[in-house]
């Protein structure tokens, strides 16, 4: 019945707030125990209530360095409610603790599509995108290196070399033509 609903939720709110007593005097194990007891209170018609229970969670999770459960949590409240900028700040913050910075990239440029004002997502993305830009032209230079390698290996029965070939970038599509040389 709508009196049960709100009884539980009333009861998942108590938790939340007895949960955010001891996160606040720094007891995060204690805090995570009265969130988890929030969620299972909680009536699954609560979306909003049951993503900022998965989001405190998450920031017990960060503190106590469980960023992988951290993550899970915030995915958990992102399902439930895509436009709760906190979870994606706090995934972002796990992300670039488990060093998967690709992917704190883009939930700080997500937090940032929600909210443009939002400073510590400007700051992220700032200090994020050059890091994973040059991570990735790394992993490029390093995979084509090893193309390079395995063709050299496959040529060299032809008495050919990949330096035979000539890669030529178009600056204005990105794209690139291979041309032939002796």
Excluded at 7 to 13: C, D, I, T
Excluded at 24 to 32: I, L, P, T, V
Excluded at 49 to 66: D, H, P, S
Excluded at 102 to 113: N, P, R, S, T
Aim: proline share 2%; aromatic share 10%; net charge negative.
């Amino acid at each position: 019945t709508e009196a049960e609903v709100a009884a539980r939720l009333a009861q998942a709110e108590e938790f939340k707030r007895e949960g955010n007593e001891l996160f606040g005097s720094g007891q995060w194990e204690a805090a995570s125990v009265k969130y988890n007891q929030a969620l299972d209170e909680a009536p699954s018609s609560a979306a909003k209530q049951r993503a900022i229970y998965f989001a405190n969670l998450a920031a017990c999770n960060i503190k106590t360095q469980q960023y992988a459960a951290a993550v899970q949590s915030c995915t958990e409240a992102i399902a439930l409610d895509g436009g709760y900028e906190k979870a994606y700040m706090r995934r972002s913050e796990a992300f670039e603790k488990l060093d998967e910075l690709d992917h704190a990239l883009a939930d700080a440029k997500k937090l940032l599509e929600l909210a443009p004002a939002n400073a510590w997502a400007k700051a992220k993305v700032a200090a994020l995108q050059p890091v994973v830009d040059e991570r990735t032209e790394k992993l490029k230079t390093e995979m084509f290196g090893k193309l390079k390698d395995l063709g050299n290996s496959l040529l060299g029965k032809f008495g050919l070399s990949t330096d035979n070939f000539k890669f030529d970038k178009d600056p204005n599509t990105g794209s690139y033509s291979i041309r032939f040389e002796r």
